[in-house]
């Protein structure tokens, strides 16, 4: 029997508001396994970009336990913590995080600033091909459409050959070409013994993972 | 890709506010080097105007030593030994002794080793009528200086008169129309004038000098003498009392007086002008003194402000990166950056700005000091150029304190970078 590359049991987590705590995760129990493109989906405020966060290791849980690979990532030092991040973990947000002065192929080479290699660079152009963004690895972000932007994001995320792929709303701002693209290099991820676990609103989305998840209130619900 | 790129790459980005930064730590650190180097001007200048000072003081003392080494010779003699029994109002109303000595007094003080008294001129002077021309004259028998025998010969001072001429004084050549080479009688035995002397205003204008042994014989005092002159004598300042005190171990029965205050007065006056050249050098050291504690307090009040006052901008302008930053931050650290390489990021960021505002600050200090100290007149022109100004361990000072003031000001806000929760970042985004 195979262990699942993510684990949540009974995460909880709870933010301070001027109105008093929000529940933003309630008891809330996941498991992901290699080669799985899970789609977690819900309203506003229900807690999906909190679970995702908290299992990339960037968010401790007020009580539950988080396996990631075999490894507890809340068991760890902040430094263990972001070694795991560095070599398990791939982010992708809405946002993009892109940083702005450097190029595309810059950006992408962000995710071997932990730790240095010489071959990051073909690797990180090789990425930047398979999404089509050859002609643009020297343009800085502001010179690129949001569709490329996330492209890049992917490719960034991509980089370190995570085991996991922590997605929040990645197709938020595309147009339908570039969302096309972009779930299909996430499902050729999972395909290839990784996992994604995608956070959206959009059903058509979520409609291309394997399984989906609803979350309201920060509990795990039935759709 | 590595840090050091990135920064490279987030400074080419932010140009500007990365110049200002370094202008800021340039401004700061030229304060200090300006301040340092104007310092460093005003000690110099000290140094050569007090040495400038110091020279021609020694120039001048040297100037008077030759003065009074020539005004001595003019004035003959420094001191006079005469017989203990001469009574000195007698002597100073006749102009000479009535009371003699041994002849033999003066080769006993050249043999004695004296070193205060020098030049030993044994005399013989007596008022005489001269029955010949029927007038009064002063006759000085006179056998020129008596050679030390512990030291070697100097330069004698007074020349010997020869036997068989007379040395006569102005107003006797011009009253009897004699002139060098005539033949004169005097006291029934011929001279020949050997020199005729100009005029003085002194007794010296009636004197007829002639060798010592023909004026003892002349005057019937045969091997006597009635003064030894001590030419050039080590007597100034308070030394007579110790002349008179030696003298008087090797001549008992000898008073020893000092004879003509101008020398005296002369030394005196010499002591005078070295104690105010002096006290003008004493003075002028006060006044650079009084000038530089001026310019420190200037200095410690001026730099601090400064260095404040660029610390709170560059840790303005640092507040202002860390925040722009603020996703950057986030995305480091989710890509798996460690704080304390987020702290490295901002503050080798700081430590460029500093290395490089402090190169930029040291130069522009060591310039601007280097012309306010000439504009000022801080320094004699041309007394302290940027070659003298320089100083290799003051500007790696200079350098290091840029640095560490970069860093330092830049601490703060690095470490609010380094801390900030990616989680918070990301979810806020």
């Known amino acids: ?223 | 890709m590595t840090l050091w790129q990135l920064v490279a790459k987030e400074i080419l980005h932010r140009k500007l506010r990365f110049a200002l930064g370094v202008f800021s730590v340039a401004a700061a650190v030229g304060c200090f080097t300006g301040s340092a180097t104007l310092l460093r001007a005003h000690d110099i200048g000290t140094q050569r105007i007090l040495a400038a000072k110091q020279a021609e003081t020694e120039q001048k003392m040297a100037e008077l030593e030759d003065d009074m080494r020539k005004a001595t010779l003019k004035l003959g003699f420094n001191v006079v030994i005469l017989p203990k029994r001469q009574a000195l109002a007698d002597w100073h109303a006749d102009g000479y002794g009535t009371e003699y000595m041994p002849e033999e007094y003066v080769r006993r003080l050249a043999e004695s080793g004296l070193v205060t008294v020098r030049h030993l001129l044994p005399t013989l002077q007596q008022r005489i009528k001269w029955p010949e021309q029927d007038r009064t004259i002063i006759l000085i028998g006179t056998r020129g200086e008596v050679p030390d025998a512990h030291v070697s010969p100097r330069r004698p001072l007074v020349q010997p008169v020869a036997d068989g001429t007379v040395v006569v004084g102005y107003h006797l050549h011009l009253g009897l129309g004699l002139s060098k080479g005539e033949r004169i009688v005097l006291m029934g035995r011929e001279f020949v004038v050997a020199e005729c002397r100009p005029e003085k205003g002194t007794e010296d204008d009636i004197a007829a000098w002639i060798s010592l042994g023909q004026a003892q014989e002349l005057l019937g005092k045969e091997g006597l003498i009635n003064a030894i002159l001590a030419l050039d004598c080590v007597c100034a300042e308070g030394a007579l009392p110790t002349v008179r005190e030696e003298i008087g171990r090797v001549l008992p029965d000898t008073q020893v007086i000092e004879h003509e205050s101008k020398a005296l007065a002369r030394a005196e006056a010499r002591s005078r002008a070295a104690a105010s050249a002096q006290a003008t050098i004493q003075r002028e050291t006060e006044h650079r003194a009084r000038l530089r504690r001026k310019a420190e307090a200037i200095a410690a009040t001026l730099v601090p402000i400064v260095l404040v006052a660029c610390a709170v901008w560059m840790g303005f302008l640092a507040l202002e990166n860390v925040r722009e930053r603020r996703s950057e931050i986030g995305i480091l650290r989710a890509v798996g950056l460690r704080s304390r390489q987020v702290l490295a990021v901002f503050l080798s960021k700081a430590l460029i700005m500093g290395l490089l505002g402090g190169a930029a600050g040291a130069v522009a200090g060591l310039v601007a000091g280097s012309w306010l100290a000439s504009a000022l007149e801080v320094a004699p022109a041309h007394a302290a150029g940027i070659g003298d100004l320089f100083e290799p361990r003051a500007s790696l000072g200079a350098l290091l304190l840029a640095a560490s003031l970069a860093c330092l000001a830049t601490w703060i806000p690095a470490m609010l970078a380094a801390q900030q929760e990616p989680a918070d970042i990301l979810r806020e985004e």
């Open chain 1, 1 to 223: 029997m195979t262990l699942p590359l993510l684990e949540a049991r009974a995460l909880s987590k709870q933010f301070a508001s001027p109105k008093g705590g929000v529940q933003a995760l309630a008891d809330v129990t996941l498991s992901v396994d290699a080669g799985e493109f899970v789609a977690v989906q819900g309203p506003s405020g229900s807690g999906k970009t909190t679970l995702l966060l908290a299992a990339g290791a960037l968010l401790k849980p007020d009580t539950g336990r988080l396996t990631l690979d075999g490894v507890e990532p809340y068991a760890l030092n902040p430094d263990g913590r972001a070694r795991l991040r560095a070599e398990k973990i791939g982010f992708v947000f809405q946002e993009y995080h892109l940083v702005p002065y450097l190029t595309a192929l810059e950006n992408v080479l962000v995710a071997s600033l932990p730790k240095p290699a010489a071959d990051a660079r073909p690797a990180a152009l090789e990425l930047i091909e398979g999404l089509g963004l050859k002609d643009r690895a020297e343009h800085v972000p502001a010179a690129l459409s949001t569709g490329e932007r996330q492209r890049v994001a992917l490719a960034r995320a991509l980089l370190n050959s995570p085991r996991i792929l922590l997605a929040d709303e990645p197709t938020g701002n595309l147009d339908r070409e570039n969302m096309v693209i972009v779930l299909g290099r996430l499902a050729e991820f999972a395909a290839g013994d990784g996992a994604v676990l995608l956070v959206t609103h959009d059903d058509g989305v979520a409609g291309r993972a394997e399984r989906t998840v609803h979350l309201r209130a920060g509990r795990l619900v039935d759709p």
